[in-house]
Each structure stands twice: as structure tokens, then as C-alpha cells.
Nanobody, 126 residues
Framework: QVQLVESGGGLVQAGGSLRLSCSCA??????????MGWFRQASGKEREFVAG????????YYADSVESRFTISRDNAKNTVYLQMNSLKPADTAVYYC?????????????????WGQGTQVTVSS
């Protein structure tokens, strides 16, 4: 079983920054066996891909809406994936979820992922 726990969300003014963390507890499994993704879901909207990172951390992928503002990274020794969010906009307001997939590379499709965290709320005020 893989358990994912997000943290770091909160309320921030437009233009500000937040860093989300997702800690992984993988009983009998190795964190580095999973590609990781960050998704978000705004109220009344579908869940959307934000960023993904390969198992080794050598490859990263971003949605166009966050490219150059967000950075995904991982520390396999700490079983943790991060999402650094800069230049935040009100449109970034959503619940942010991390997810794990037992593949070399992440997917932009939420249905591809095997495990999900409970989510952390990010609210950006104008």
C-alpha cells in the first residue's frame, strides 16, 4: 500500500509563492519505483494535470498554464515530491493533489495513477 500526504497549502496573495510537499509511505514498495504527478481541482471544475516527474527526477513535465512559474522536484532519499509555486495567480486557486504511478514517466491523465493523496487547499487572493 502507498500512502501520500500533501502539505504546504494555504492562503497567499497574488504574486506570492508556496511550496507543496507530498510525503510517501510505501509499505513493501520503493518510492523511486513511482513517477509522480501533481494535479489540481478548482471548485466546479475537473481535475487537471499540473506537473509530473519521472522516477529518477531527470525528466519533468508541466501544464502550459504553470510552465515557468512552477517547479516539480523529488528527493527519493526522503520519499518526498515537491511543487514550488511562484508568481501565483487567483486562477491557481484549487485543491492540489499528488499522485503516484508505477511507471518510468508520469502521465497527464489522472486515470493513469495508482495512488492519490487527500489534497491540500491553495487559495490565491487578488
Amino acid at each position: 500500500q502507498v500512502q501520500l500526504v500533501e502539505s504546504g497549502g494555504g492562503l497567499v496573495q497574488a504574486g506570492g509563492s508556496l511550496r507543496l510537499s507530498c510525503s510517501c509511505a510505501a509499505s513493501g514498495r520503493t518510492f523511486s519505483n513511482y513517477a509522480m504527478g501533481w494535479f489540481r481541482q478548482a471548485s466546479g471544475k475537473e481535475r487537471e494535470f499540473v506537473a509530473g516527474i519521472s522516477r529518477s527526477g531527470g525528466s519533468t513535465y508541466y501544464a502550459d498554464s504553470v510552465e515557468s512559474r512552477f517547479t516539480i522536484s523529488r528527493d527519493n532519499a526522503k520519499n518526498t515530491v515537491y511543487l514550488q509555486m511562484n508568481s501565483l495567480k487567483p486562477a491557481d486557486t484549487a485543491v492540489y493533489y499528488c499522485a503516484a504511478v508505477s511507471r518510468l514517466y508520469p502521465s497527464t491523465y489522472s486515470s493513469s495513477y495508482d495512488y492519490w493523496g487527500q489534497g491540500t487547499q491553495v487559495t490565491v487572493s487578488s
